[in-house]
């Protein structure tokens, strides 16, 4: 997570990243232990069954992959930091590793917030 301010906090900060509990909340309900399937994967109806068996917890996104997965992150997390730091602070990209070699970066449509 890359975050941007125009101006620090009281503390000198531009995020506290003590408060982004929220965020790994978000992401362990999201992303971890689960099984990612596109909406539109021609196995769909074959994979969902193993749901029944509750061999594997899914998750039917739209899309799937790094970059589809940092947009998602992106689009969840940005209004909620916008909107708790009353607009002093915008989230600015996210990346999402697939392993150590690489990563897929979205960031804020509109380019920086910051003049």
């Not at 003590?18 to 992303?31: A, P, S």
């Not at 196995?43 to 996104?61: F, S």
């Not at 992959?65 to 009353?86: L, M, R, S």
């Amino acid at each position: 997570f890359t975050f941007e301010a125009a101006t620090l906090d009281e503390r000198n900060w531009v995020y506290d990243f003590g408060d982004c509990k929220w965020i790994k909340k978000y992401l362990e309900i999201e992303f971890d232990h689960r099984l990612a399937v596109a909406k539109d994967d021609p196995n769909l109806e074959r994979i969902l069954h193993t749901v029944y068996q509750e061999i594997a917890d899914i998750n039917v996104m739209d899309d799937v992959g790094c970059e589809k997965f940092a947009e998602k992150v992106y689009n969840y997390v940005q209004p909620k930091v916008y909107t708790d730091t009353k607009g002093r602070v915008s989230l600015f990209s996210v990346e999402v590793f697939e392993h150590g070699a690489n990563s897929a970066v979205y960031q804020n449509p509109y380019g920086s917030s910051v003049i």
